[in-house]
């Protein structure tokens, strides 16, 4: 199988790593010392469930790459509009199936605008993974899974392939014929995550150990829930309860991608995670109260964070 990685950091680097070590033929697209780094010393993974090395073709031109079997489009959010349009049309032949593993609610969406809807896959990954160092992925816990389904509910042959090579990787790899209500299921709990951990500052387990705060997370969840089901997305009344019962068990040190990249100064996702559930909210007619003030605490800081990257580009 070849496999095209868009945005090989975090997430991308991980899969794409593990895939590659179980023979699959993987490029990646990435950008800066990162890049650098891959081409020069591979990417290595260091991982609770087992360390990786993988050699493998680097390049910031998916022209160089060509048509694959399948890509997994990793990048932040807020480049999806740009990088698909970019990079897509080098990657993409009759067969290709492209998957997101972003955070978001609507990247399949942008996806389809330069692709087509047919060549769409939905797709999350769960998983806590970082760039420890250029050329370095730290996955410090989390199940390391992906979910995968055909937006139309459809097991076709192309997801039971990827699921195969999944398998053969070592990767927990599930298929979902509601692929849908398992976006918003993700969607629910990094929106509760990330809006806890980054405007508190705290790891998950002070958020879990303060009522108040603990009581903020399950509104954040049941919050974005209410707007899924204003949206028609199936979703069983006990949503929220399995939300609220995976966080408890998680790792008390865990942040979100979100608090990252606010104290690191780095452009965040805030528009993408609780800014297009105020807009969808709002065109629905729902109430969300807890999702509204998060965003509003947040957004002067994402602002002030995106300027920062826009000067420091310009340098």
Same mark, same amino acid.
């Given at each position: ?15 794409? !790593? ?28 260091? +991982? ?34 740009? !990088?698909?349009?970019?990079? @897509?049309?080098?990657? #993409?032949?009759?067969?290709?199936? #492209?998957? +997101? ?8 969406r ?15 990954? @769960? ?35 990827l ?37 508190i500052?705290?790891? @998950? ?7 108040? +705060? ?5 509104? @954040? ?8 089901? +204003? ?15 995976f ?23 805030l ?7 105020v ?8 109430? #969300?109260? !807890? ?23 310009r340098?």
């Open positions: 199988m070849r496999v095209a990685v868009v945005g090989a950091g975090a997430v991308g680097g991980y899969f794409g !790593a593990r895939l590659a070590t179980a023979g699959a033929d993987v490029h990646l697209v990435a950008r800066g010392p990162h890049l650098d780094a891959i081409r020069s010393r591979g990417l290595r993974v260091h +991982s609770v469930l087992g360390d990786a090395h993988a050699a493998v073709p680097a390049t910031d031109d998916a022209a160089e790459i060509g048509p694959c079997d399948v890509v997994l489009f990793c990048v932040k959010a807020y480049a999806t509009g740009a !990088a698909a349009a970019q990079h @897509l049309p080098h990657l #993409v032949g009759e067969e290709t199936a #492209v998957v +997101s593993l972003q955070n978001g609610i609507d990247n399949e942008r996806i389809a605008a330069v692709v087509g809807d047919a060549r769409v896959l939905g797709g999350l990954a @769960l998983i806590f993974a970082s760039i420890a160092e250029p050329g370095v992925i730290a996955h410090t816990g989390g199940p390391a899974k992906l979910v995968l389904g055909e937006l139309d509910g459809r097991v076709t042959e192309r997801v039971e392939r699921r195969r090579w999944c398998a053969q990787a070592g990767i927990d790899a599930e298929i979902s014929t509601d692929i849908q209500a398992a976006l918003w299921h993700k969607y629910a709990f990094i929106c509760a995550q990330a809006g806890t951990t980054a405007p500052r705290l790891p @998950l387990g002070e958020i879990r150990a303060n009522p108040a +705060s603990w009581a903020l997370f399950r509104r @954040l969840v049941e919050e974005a829930y209410a707007v899924a089901r +204003s949206c028609g997305v199936a979703i069983a009344p006990g949503a929220a309860d399995e939300r609220v019962a966080a408890e068990q998680l790792e008390p040190g865990a942040f979100s991608s979100l608090h990252d990249d606010l104290v690191a100064g780095r452009r965040m996702e528009d993408a995670l609780h800014g297009a559930l807009r969808l909210a709002d065109e629905h007619g729902v109430d #969300v109260p !807890a999702t509204a003030t998060v965003h509003a605490l947040l957004a002067p800081l994402a602002a002030r964070n995106e300027r920062g990257a826009a000067a420091q580009h340098v």
